[in-house]
């Protein structure tokens, strides 16, 4: 059976701008072989700071197109059997600082039949400062090797969230309640039929981009699973990958901790190998109590902690490479970088396995260490059989299955309220550009000069 490779990148970007030339020499490094992957997805958190997140538009320009660059970037460096690898940025989406880009390899582009958008921010007064956002698309499974054929065949629908929650370690029950508001406010809507055409068929430097001050609902598709569909669905795989922010511990760390802070060990018997913090790992934990994350499976973990690395600490691309992970003091080295998948097919953890009618892994790590965040950037990489998700049988022994029942409602006000906080986030966006960017700083000195000055001018004319 045919299968769709799917590569997911999650990344906290620590609101500074990336360097195409390092992100790209690391992007893949996941991936078991050279082979492009079909469909590649960005989870970005703090892509850009508070004034150009909260404004959109074009002051996210420069972020997203280091990104779009980076791609194209390490695309060169894979191959295939024509050896001409491109791959073009179908859509890119924010909730004010956390974003999420799809791309797809050139020859598969044509095969995304629609897409679904839909975003919730979680942060102060419902702002995005912390939120999620997500596309949701129809993926055509018919013969990769009739390019020309147009009819209609089977389709696999194929959702992607990006997230990030509340921090800190005593946090939790922020958290908690960040994922109840993901899943009752990010409501996916469909994207123009006309666009996502356009966007397929364009030159591969093309992309959909959905601006924040643009409505949600911009039009319907027949294709797509429904108008003002929640996170959970029956028949669509679902993956999740952000900045969840869970930690190691329920309280921050004293003075003395960091001198138990995980090292670079091999020796899984060494008081000081990450696999002892990770039993106290705070989203296992609230998963298997059911309060976070609702249905969602993992691949197994076998990493150090990704966060929080201190600015001492130099770029690395494996744990052979240094002798010491240089940790911040004041947080507990935790797992935050997750990415997590949901789907009512079987999935194998093995690498090695053959059945492809299962999802099967091929490698969940983290990538290099990168300079210009304290978090490492963590990598999943799926094969996804091509066929239609089968619906999940509402007859078993008593156990609740989210896809039929999600573990939440719907709000019914979430596009009164997503519009409300989109308002807020341009004040706060306008009042962080004058008061904290040079461009800003630009713009109000300029206004009071021009102030003063015609006040001068005013004054003089009058008084003569």
């Known amino acids: 059976m045919a299968s769709l490779n799917v590569y997911l990148v999650t990344y906290n970007c620590a609101q500074t701008p990336t360097s195409p030339p390092s992100f790209a020499s690391k ?95 979680v942060g102060l007064h419902e702002m995005g400062n912390k939120g999620a956002v997500g596309i949701r698309l129809g993926y055509s499974a018919s013969n990769y090797a009739d390019e020309e054929d147009e009819e209609e065949g089977e389709e696999i629908s194929l959702t992607f969230l990006a997230a990030h929650l509340a921090p800190i370690e005593d946090g939790l029950q922020r958290r908690n309640k960040d994922w109840e508001r993901i899943v009752r406010g990010l409501i996916f809507t469909p994207v123009m039929p006309k666009a996502v055409a356009a966007a397929n068929h364009a030159s591969e430097s093309s992309d959909l981009s959905i ?93 150090p902690p990704t966060y929080k690395f201190s600015s001492r600490q130099a770029p690395f691309s494996s744990e052979d490479e240094v002798e010491k992970w240089e940790w911040a003091r004041h947080r507990w080295p935790s797992w935050c970088d997750r990415i997590m998948f949901l789907s009512s097919l079987p999935h194998s953890d093995q690498p090695s396995s ?31 059989p091509l066929r239609a ?41 306008f009042v962080a550009y004058v008061g904290y960017t040079w461009e800003g700083n630009g713009v109000l000195l300029a206004t009071l000069i021009g102030g003063v000055g015609g006040w001068l001018i005013l004054s003089s004319m009058i008084s003569t």
Request: a positive charge.
């Open 389 to 429: 998700a089968p619906k999940p049988s509402s007859e078993g022994a008593g156990v609740k299955d989210v896809r039929i029942q999600s573990p939440f409602t719907m709000d019914p006000l979430w596009r009164e309220k997503r519009d409300w906080a989109r308002k807020k986030e341009i004040i706060v966006g």
């Open 354 to 384: 053959t059945d492809t009618a299962k999802l099967q892994l091929h490698g969940y790590t983290p990538l290099p260490k990168m300079d210009t965040s304290d978090h490492r950037p963590v990598a999943l990489s799926m094969s996804v």
């Open 211 to 303: 601006e924040e001050d643009q409505p949600l609902l911009q039009g319907s598709s027949a294709k797509s699973i429904s108008p003002s569909s929640g996170i959970y669905n029956q028949t669509s795989h679902i993956f999740l990958g952000g900045d969840l922010n869970y930690r190691t511990s329920d309280t921050r760390p004293d003075p003395r901790a960091y001198h138990s802070y995980p090292q670079p060990t091999k020796n899984s018997a060494d008081p000081k190998h990450y696999s002892h913090l990770f039993k106290t790992d705070q989203l296992t934990r609230e998963i298997k109590a059911g309060r976070t994350c609702h249905g969602f499976r993992e691949a197994p973990i076998d990493f």
């Open 27 to 121: 992007l893949f490094s996941a991936l078991p072989s050279r082979h492009p992957p079909d469909i590649l997805i960005l989870s970005l958190q703090e892509i850009a700071p508070i004034a150009y997140s909260f404004l959109g538009g074009s002051y996210l320009v420069p972020y997203f197109s280091r990104f779009q660059y980076a791609v194209e970037l390490a695309s060169s460096n894979l191959s295939n059997n024509d050896g001409n690898v491109k791959y073009r940025n179908i859509i890119t989406r924010n909730v004010g600082q956390t974003a999420i880009m799809v791309f797809a390899w050139q020859e598969r582009a044509k095969k995304i039949k629609w897409l679904e958008t839909g975003g919730v921010g």
